[in-house]
């Protein structure tokens, strides 16, 4: 949590600002890029899709309302 509250801010930054929008886009960039992207070579290689898309669905969750919050706190 403390490596992704120091992360958002600065992809938001790179982005053109920060505020909710995009901390909230830089959370779901982010989740694409490290953490939906390595959870479905895992469950693919495993056979369980449905499980891929259950946790990585929670992960998606909290990694656009975690970059909300801190976009709007550093707004």
């Known amino acids: 949590a403390i490596c992704s509250a120091i992360v958002i801010p600065i992809v938001a930054n790179t982005m053109g600002g920060t505020n909710a929008t995009t901390g909230a886009t830089a ?12 959870g479905l070579a895992n469950k693919l ?31």
């Open 27 to 38: 959370g779901l960039l982010i989740w694409c890029g490290f953490v939906g992207s390595t």
């Open 45 to 75: 290689f495993a056979g369980y899709l449905k499980a891929w898309a259950i946790e990585s669905g929670n992960h998606l969750i909290n990694f656009v309302v975690f970059g909300a919050i801190i976009g709007a706190m550093h707004a």
